[in-house]
């Protein structure tokens, strides 16, 4: 399904692999299964593998592959896992993430997107490459409780929020770990992980400075 971009996917991937970026083997194989270039706008697939964030409309972006790479380490990504993601955008991201959690057919994405055209086209994409079976993509607004019953192992959000929402963290479930860009969309924000560990206890790391597009939405940035 690479359509002659393996090469340029092999080398960056392990370039990030040897810079401690991509850990696991796990994660490895994972980005090297899902082709960006599906995602990408036409005028940008030939530059599918560049180590950077990608325009894919209504100024949005499809994150660095580094980016997508340590998401899927900080959260721990393993085989089974629930996973919900804020921020859909292209729906590469979500991809990499079933690449590793349904590997086992068991795992679930579950991927939110507040803009209606992104979700549609997102979707395209990802039943193109062939995990529509796994994950759902719903329009909503992530940054308010999200409409779903059950918890997540792993929760990551891939737009800048001004605070670390109580809504998501309750999301987590016992051991579940989310990543969230925190801070102005003016300026770099940071990245947080928050771990709740198995008896529910919740401890934030400050993981550096990070740039995302701004969470928009009621208890967004930017409404
Ligand atoms: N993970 C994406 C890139 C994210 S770009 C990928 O793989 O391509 C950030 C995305 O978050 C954009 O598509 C934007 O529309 C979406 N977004 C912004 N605010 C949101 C909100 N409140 N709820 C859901 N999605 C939101």
Known sequence: ?????????????????????IKRKVVLEAMLKVPREEFV??????????????????????????????MCEYTELKPGMNVLEIGTGSGYMACVYCSIVCAQNNGRVITLEI??????????????????????????????????????????????????????IEKLANGGRMVIPVG????????????????????KENLGAVAFVPLRGLKGISY
């Open 1 to 21: 399904m690479y359509n002659g971009y393996f090469k340029d996917a092999k080398k960056v991937m392990m370039r990030l692999y040897e810079e401690g970026f």
């Open 41 to 70: 706008p036409p005028q940008y697939r030939d530059h599918a593998y560049i180590d950077a964030p990608i325009p894919i409309g209504e100024g949005q972006t499809v994150s660095a592959l580094h980016m997508t790479a340590m």
């Open 115 to 168: 803009s209606p055209s992104l979700a549609k086209r997102a979707w395209k994409n990802i039943l193109r490459v062939g995990y529509g079976a796994f994950i759902d993509v719903i329009v909503a607004d992530g940054s308010i409780e999200p409409p779903l019953r059950m918890m997540f192992d792993a929760i990551i959000v891939t737009a800048a929020a001004p605070h670390i929402p109580e809504e998501l």
């Open 184 to 203: 102005s969309p003016d300026f770099y924000q940071e990245l947080i992980l928050v771990h709740k560990d198995t008896s529910g206890n919740i401890k």
